[in-house]
């Protein structure tokens, strides 16, 4: 492939800074605290694109003065809330993207990932045992993995707000951030 396509089918992310795909995001402003507007990751529900997204929240929090003994678990929390919204989503809404907020303020650095998917953890399947027959790429997992999921995140990250509403989950997490030594 050449050209723009080849891009295209080489981006497995969307990032874009300020705001959402097609609502006007615009420039970081490098007044603002931090350093720039927020970055928005939207991504297919694929396990692939999670080590994407913890890639670009790692880089971003050092970016930002998150102190280096914090990036592991930075990037440990990323990666377990991106995989819980890529399980729920690959079950119960494999075209939506899965969303990823990140925002490098100067005081926190904030992390959100968004799954549109209602009712919290994945659906069972409607048959006994039909998770087992189908195999363990189904996507389907029962309540025990995704509160799982919950209680790493829990023991990962000390400022965490999982929020369940009625078009879908949202799990923010913060982490503070040092002033860099260049703009003491």
Excluded: N
């Excluded at 678990?73 to 995989?83: D, F, N, P, T, Y």
């Amino acid at each position: 492939m050449t050209g723009a396509h080849a891009a295209d089918s080489l981006t497995p992310l969307d990032a874009e800074p300020g705001g959402l795909a097609g609502q006007g995001g615009g420039k970081p402003d490098s007044k603002q605290a931090g350093g720039g507007a927020p970055v928005v990751l939207r991504f297919a529900p694929l396990p692939e694109h999670v080590r994407t997204a913890r890639l670009v929240a790692v880089a971003l929090a050092r970016r930002a003065g998150v102190e280096d003994g914090l990036l592991d678990e930075v990037r440990l929390a990323v990666g377990e809330a991106c995989s819980r919204a890529v399980g729920l989503h690959r079950s119960a809404a494999p075209a939506v993207p899965v969303v990823v907020r990140l925002d490098d303020g100067r005081e926190r650095f904030g992390v959100e990932v968004v799954d549109a998917v209602s009712g919290g953890p994945v659906p069972k399947p409607e048959e006994e045992g039909a998770a087992e027959q189908l195999g363990s790429e189904s996507g389907f997992s029962d309540d025990a993995d995704s509160d799982m999921g919950l209680a790493v995140l829990r023991g990962l990250v000390d400022d965490l707000e999982v929020e369940v509403t009625a078009s879908g989950g949202v799990i923010r997490m913060g982490w503070p951030v040092i002033t860099p030594h260049w703009v003491r």
